[in-house]
């Protein structure tokens, strides 16, 4: 397969060293890199060079545009990790000509982006884009997923979703509010739980702690949505910019007959644990650990993002299954849908949030539950 990547800044360094990993084994060609800020694609070029040899990055074809690049590229797949006001015309330009694209979240700075680019593409094409949630991909959170839909702790009643960064926000960050920069992870993971369906009703607070640097001017650096389907169950998701002992990122799933804990705070470097709990106190015991499993971290550098170290394996894992999907012939997973329906709970955890926590319904102009990337879009611009 010939592989390549648009856009090699912060998020595009990390899927870059996954592809120079599978590319250096001679699994794949790294056949193109690209970016349309030249220092980023030169300082991208020089860590190839470290990492594998200038003979080896002298045969990679540099492209500052995404067109020429999905044009004359000759690619199978590429990894599209733009700046997110880009994501949607970027992946369009290599989609349409049917290359597999392995998308970074947001899929789009707005949801009519989104809706456009859903518009744009064929059913085949469509199929190609993987969203990259990497949270599909983390063994932790697929232990507790599996434990979940075996029926271990009986109907999910309560879940709560936690991401604490250690450090503010990069100079230049670009982000559309911390709600919806922040929450959108959460709400992949809580939707997970739900076999990604929409929630019925979203609602969210923001608030402004001590002592934060507010390089993205988001105006807040903790949040808390509440998201609550159909069935009456709630996920909470708590999103932090301040937590200076070190990144943070776990979550609880409280059901009927049990509950299943992942990623307990264990400093800047420890292992992930996955556990699973059951015993309600009615013919057996309470809370009886049943299974218990570990995970180590990646061990990263300080060229990393801070959450490198959390999931370092699961980009490499979502990566592999972009490229097997690829090869195989069948549809990417999470797809489309997950991207867009992923944008709309969060863009309305933002505007509520904004609101001073307005209960806000997803449902379209005719009251019925949202279905498409249209309908959802129409119902943000009508708030």
Known sequence: MRLGIFGVGRMGRVHLEHLARRAASGDVELAAIGDRHAP???????????????????????????????????????????????????????????????????????????????????????????????????????????????????????????????????????SSGITADMAIHLVFEAMACHGCALPA?????????????????????????FLQWGDGSVAHLWGSRINNTGYDNGFKLIGTKGRIDVGEFVGDFGPIAAKLWTGTGEGEPRGMLRESLTFDMTRTDASQPDFHARFGAAYAGELDAFIAAARAGTPCDPGLDVGWKTMLVAELAERSSREAGRRIALVGASGAPIETAAEAAALLASL
């Open 201 to 225: 009703s979203v609602q969210a607070l923001r608030f402004m702690a001590p002592h934060y640097a507010d390089r993205a001017n988001e105006g807040a650096n903790v949040v808390h949505a």
């Open 40 to 174: 980023t694609l030169a300082a991208a070029c020089a860590r190839l060079d470290e990492r594998l040899g200038p003979s080896f990055v002298a045969d990679v074809r540099r492209f500052d545009d995404p067109a020429a690049m999905a044009a004359a590229g000759g690619l199978d797949g590429v990894v599209v990790a733009s700046r997110t006001e880009d994501h949607a015309r970027d992946a369009l330009a290599f989609a349409r000509r049917g290359i597999r694209v392995l998308a970074e979240k947001p899929l789009a700075e707005t949801l009519a982006d989104a809706a456009a680019l859903c518009a744009a593409l064929k059913p085949a094409q469509a199929a190609g884009i993987q969203i990259a949630f990497q949270r599909h991909y983390d063994a932790a959170t697929r232990a507790a997923l599996q434990w979940l839909a075996d029926g271990r702790i009986g109907d999910i009643q309560q879940s709560h979703h936690v991401l604490q960064d250690k450090n503010p926000t990069p100079a230049n960050y670009q």
